[in-house]
């Protein structure tokens, strides 16, 4: 089974409207945690927000926001208000323990595309 | 200036030619990692390194060696390339700690011909 599953390939958005990205994960894990990472056209890897397992609130920043429904296993990244350098691939991530070691597994990524 | 930087940039060479990808940081981290971006695959970890004498292979280490000179430094070694190794290449790192968030370098992008 997939760790982490995001099952928009492609999405579109209006600027200055509000986008939800797709993430559902998979662990027996009681501790771990969830990232979102965006990567622009340039190709850098920029980290946006972080999740703990245990965090009882949603992260939340700048108008980023990860919408954290633990029992579904998803963790859905909200970008309030967008904009045109918005457009970027975006990869949902998590961090658990495998053999006594911590590791991070990647999504296959959303292109997100912000239309003017 | 970057805190995690990878040379080269970019790279063109042949099938079989020994090829050595560096990474450095500035960012006192002691876990350093390897990835591999290929398209609609997303990052696969390759080796990581969670100090200078601790050394782990990831789920595609076949093909690949490293080696971390120093807690700053890890190196990414491709014996004797081959097509299928072209891919961008990105070192990150993260600091043991509450959330171990990984930070990127620019990556690498190579290609074997």
């Known amino acids: 089974a997939q760790k982490i599953t995001q099952t928009q390939p492609g999405m579109f958005v209006q600027e200055k409207e509000a986008v939800t990205l797709d993430c559902t994960y998979d662990?027996?894990?009681?501790?771990?945690?969830l990232f979102w990472y965006k990567q622009p056209s340039s190709g850098e890897m920029i980290f946006l927000i972080y999740?703990?397992?245990?965090?009882?609130q949603n992260a939340t920043e700048g108008r980023y926001s990860l919408n954290f429904q633990k029992a579904r296993k998803s963790a859905n990244l909200v970008i309030s208000a967008s904009q045109l350098g918005d457009s970027a691939m975006y990869f949902c991530a998590m961090r658990e323990v495998s053999g006594g070691y911590q590791k991070v597994t990647f999504g296959t990524g959303t292109k997100l595309q912000v239309i003017p | 200036d970057a805190d995690v930087t990878q040379t080269p940039r970019n790279r063109i060479t042949k099938t079989g030619k020994r090829i050595m990808l560096e990474c450095s940081q500035t960012k006192g981290h002691d876990r350093m990692y390897w990835y591999r971006q290929d398209p609609g695959l997303g990052l696969r970890l390759i080796y990581y390194s969670f100090d200078v004498k601790d050394i782990n292979k990831g789920e595609i280490s076949d093909g690949y060696s490293v080696s971390r000179q120093a807690q700053a430094k890890f190196s990414l070694s491709l014996e004797s390339a081959i097509p299928n190794q072209t891919a961008l290449y990105f070192c990150?790192?993260?600091?043991?700690?509450?959330?171990?968030?990984?930070?990127f370098g620019p990556g690498t992008r190579l290609t074997v011909l």
């Open positions: 662990t027996s894990d009681q501790s771990y945690g």
């Open positions: 990150a790192t993260s600091k043991r700690g509450d959330t171990d968030t990984q930070y």
């Open positions: 999740q703990g397992s245990y965090d009882e």
